[in-house]
């Protein structure tokens, strides 16, 4: 039986209420002050709450407030019942979470309503995330085997060469083996740096306040560190040649780590889904309050609805092409962006391009 928790210091319109919602099989908690009914949804976690604004002790603000903060009644959905409501106080009960109003006087039908609009609601979004928790947890089963086991032989296979075979290799066998094993491991390092980062992404979404994911911060040279990221990146695959950049300097509101992890992820991408020969494009500068960012590639490119289904754990046509990565490099990138203000665009044609557009805020300070 769905629960609803009603604060109300007036007993007759808290009665009413109560007798309504009991008529149409609701199970009805009552609380005629703000601080009884934070103990009661602490206690009983109903499925809605409505609470009225003008109260003695503590308001419905403050209940609100209190609410929103306690990870254990965050989630639950709130509507405020008021005799009166302008502008503002809707404003400021929006931007602490609020999900609807009730303005007394009202009738049964508008109570009814409001609240099976707002149970509705959240069934759907409680539905919605089941289902990216289930497909999360198929990606992962299915990923991260593959994504570990991968780097993993290739370290112990040439570090079973080296101890077998010690006495008898070479110096350059030796160099070169050694280098097999440290990309294998830089590999398999970045790859549990993902998980253990969408993992936190995952709980930040989820339980805000839990997630250990900084939102606050500033780049102040963007354009240095791009370049530097897309010039090493260029190196290491010896494509120096397929590289062009046009970047124009301006301070963006996000931590350097996480300005840092997206775009680096962005110009791997380029590179390693476009052939040696083909060139990759990078093209930074401010507009306005934003700061764009964008990154070409000439390769297979993504369809329609490839780039709408972007999404961890998700890679396309792996039987059809090799690829390293476990798919969490766009989705990454576009919720780290999201958390900073900002915004994630591919646009895409197959077979002849890919551009990744990432916009930032520029910082006023």
């Not at 007036?10 to 099989?25: A, D, K, V």
């Amino acid at each position: 039986m769905t629960t609803v928790l009603v604060i109300e210091d007036e007993t007759p319109i808290l009665e009413n209420i109560i007798e309504i919602l009991q008529f149409h099989r609701f199970d009805v908690i009552g609380a005629e002050d703000g601080l009884e009914g934070i103990e009661l949804a602490k206690q009983h976690l109903p499925d809605l709450v409505i609470c009225d604004i003008m109260m003695p002790i503590l308001d419905g603000y403050g209940v609100l407030l209190q609410m929103s903060t306690d990870p254990l009644t965050a989630s639950i959905p709130f509507i405020f019942l008021t005799a009166k409501i302008d502008r503002s106080d809707m404003r400021k009960g929006m931007e602490l979470g609020a999900d609807d109003y009730i303005t007394k006087p009202f009738s049964a039908q508008e109570l009814l309503a409001a609240v099976n609009t707002r149970l509705d609601k959240q069934e759907m979004l409680s539905n919605k995330h089941q289902q990216q928790m289930e497909n999360l947890r198929h990606g992962i089963v299915h990923a991260m085997p593959h994504e570990f086991r991968t780097p993993l032989t290739g370290i112990i296979g040439y570090a079973s060469i080296i101890h077998e075979g010690l006495d008898t290799l070479n110096s350059g066998e030796l160099r070169t083996m050694a280098k097999r094993i440290l990309e294998a491991a830089n590999r398999l390092h970045r790859q549990i740096e993902n998980y253990l980062l969408y993992a936190q992404l995952e709980l930040a979404e989820v339980e805000p306040g839990q997630g250990d994911v900084a939102m606050t911060g500033e780049t102040a040279s963007p354009a240095k560190m791009t370049q530097d990221l897309a010039l090493q990146r260029a190196s290491d695959d010896a494509r120096e040649g397929d590289l062009s950049l046009d970047l124009i300097n301006a301070p963006v509101r996000i931590t350097e780590s996480n300005f840092q992890h997206v775009v680096r992820e962005l110009i791997d991408n380029a590179f390693k889904f476009s052939p040696a020969g083909t060139p990759v494009q990078i093209k930074g500068e401010p507009n306005g309050s934003i700061w764009t960012l964008s990154i070409t590639d000439h390769g297979r490119g993504m369809t329609a609805g490839q780039i709408a289904n972007v999404g961890a754990y998700m890679q396309f046509q792996r039987k059809l092409y090799e690829q390293q990565g476990s798919g969490l490099g766009l989705a990454i990138a576009g919720r780290l962006a999201g958390l900073h203000r900002g915004h994630l665009e591919i646009i895409s044609t197959p077979g002849e391009y890919t551009t990744a557009r990432l916009k930032l805020p520029i910082s006023k300070a």
